[in-house]
């Protein structure tokens, strides 16, 4: 069974850039069955999907980030790797990482999350 | 973006109970629409896929139905460990977005 694991600083100063990775095991990252995705929560909010990489460098992001999300796979540690620059106070957030599989685009496995406070 | 938008916002239910939780998109998207329940502190886990399609594993007193803008999760007889957060997320068109979500309590 696959799982997801993030892994990252706890802790993010205002304007710096936030770097987490999900290190997936059970499966290869390098499959063209999946889509890897960052998914986030702020404390007692909804959930917001950040963006996506697929097997080959294809990725996609949530326009509301501004372009500040990048999203990057290294195929030999089979991991993906989140960085958000610039960040503020509103990107306090549970960091989640997920799966997507098949024709349907919902999340089938996640990590347990990761906890980013933005804060000097 | 497309909007979901969840209600209520909570429910107090007892065990053995009836619920439904309602998502209404802010266009069409067909049946392009999952459900997840999220315990405390935990990630989400995916319910139901495709509006009324069962992931796998998760049990059958769960059911989705609804296609265009209106979709509803029934738990036909509410369980102890049924007392989660309940979220609907759009798969029509990026960016996938999430309803607001809704949170079943206990009576």
């Known amino acids: 069974q696959v799982q997801l694991q993030e892994s990252g600083p706890g802790l993010v100063k205002p304007s710096q850039t936030l770097s987490l990775t999900c290190t997936v095991s059970?499966?290869?990252?390098?499959?063209?069955?999946?889509?890897w995705n960052w998914i986030r929560q702020p404390p007692g909010k909804e959930l917001e999907w950040i963006g996506y990489?697929?097997?080959?460098?294809?990725?996609d992001n949530n326009p509301s980030l501004n372009g500040r999300a990048t999203i990057s796979m290294n195929t030999s540690k089979n991991q993906f790797s989140l960085m958000l620059s610039s960040v503020t106070t509103a990107d306090t957030a549970v960091y989640y990482c997920?799966?997507?599989?098949?024709?349907?685009?919902?999340?089938?496995?996640w990590g347990q999350g990761t906890m980013v406070t933005v804060s000097s | 973006d497309i909007q979901m938008t969840q209600s209520p916002s909570s429910v107090s239910a007892s065990v053995g109970d009836r619920v439904t939780i309602s998502c209404r998109a802010s266009?069409?998207?067909?049946?392009?629409l999952a459900w997840y329940q999220q315990e405390s502190g935990k990630a989400p886990k995916v319910l139901i896929y495709?509006?009324?399609n069962l992931q796998s594993g998760v049990p059958s007193r769960f059911s989705g139905s609804g296609s265009g803008t209106d979709f509803t999760l029934t738990i036909s007889s509410l369980q102890p460990e049924d007392f989660a957060t309940y979220y609907c997320?759009?798969?029509?068109?990026?960016?996938?977005?999430f309803g607001g979500g809704t949170k079943v309590e206990i009576k």
């Open positions: 990489i697929y097997y080959g460098g294809k990725t």
């Open positions: 997920a799966r997507k599989s098949g024709n349907n685009w919902f999340f089938d496995f």
């Open positions: 997320q759009q798969a029509k068109s990026f960016p996938l977005t």
């Open positions: 059970g499966g290869s990252i390098s499959s063209g069955s999946y889509y």
């Open positions: 495709a509006a009324s």
């Open positions: 266009q069409g998207i067909s049946s392009w």
